[in-house]
Structures are given as C-alpha cells and as structure tokens.
C-alpha cells in the first residue's frame, strides 16, 4: 500500500488530516448534544457560537468549541464533564 508523505504542514493530499477529523468529531458532539440549543441555558450569541461549527472550522474555533461544550454540558448536568475525543 502506498502512504502519500505529509508536506511541512502537517496535510497530505487524499488524506483526512488530524485538525480535519477533530474538527468532524466536534461537529458530530454538537450534534448529539444540540438539544442545548433548546435548553434555554445559552444566550443569543452562545446559539450563534454553536452554529460556527462545522467540519471545516478553523482550528481555533474548534479548541474554542470544545472548551464552549464542557462550559454547556456543565450548566446543562449541573457538575463538571469530561469530553473524550
């Protein structure tokens, strides 16, 4: 089997890089939890911060996303939570 190198920056062409599939798992967690949306726990601009992600955020945004999502689930569950990735 052919394995196409990664550049400098870390991509490969044909190939799903690691900030692209954190970036998908993230998408996929604010799936699963978009109930929050509804929740009546996050303010207008929490909504329209949870609406930024997507697979093809930035990888700012994602590390932003992921501390976001702890501070949701927090308000949601009343106690601290842990996210696997």
Same mark, same amino acid.
């Given at each position: +089997?052919?394995?196409?190198p @990664?550049?400098?920056?870390?991509?490969?062409?044909?190939?799903?890089?690691?900030?692209?599939?954190?970036?998908?798992?993230?998408? *996929?967690?604010?799936?699963?939890?978009?109930?929050?949306?509804?929740?009546?726990?996050?303010?207008?601009?929490?909504?329209?911060?949870?609406?930024?992600?997507? @697979?093809? +955020?930035?990888?700012?945004?994602?590390?932003? @996303?992921? @501390? *976001?999502?702890?501070?949701?689930?927090?308000?949601?569950?009343?106690?601290k939570?842990?996210?696997?990735?």
């Amino acid at each position: +089997m052919h394995h196409t190198p @990664a550049n400098r920056t870390g991509r490969t062409s044909g190939w799903i890089t690691i900030p692209m599939k954190i970036c998908q798992l993230m998408t *996929n967690l604010y799936n699963r939890y978009d109930f929050l949306l509804e929740s009546g726990l996050l303010n207008e601009n929490e909504k329209g911060l949870y609406h930024e992600v997507n @697979a093809e +955020m930035e990888d700012y945004l994602a590390s932003e @996303a992921l @501390a *976001n999502l702890s501070d949701y689930l927090m308000r949601y569950y009343g106690k601290k939570v842990i996210i696997l990735l």
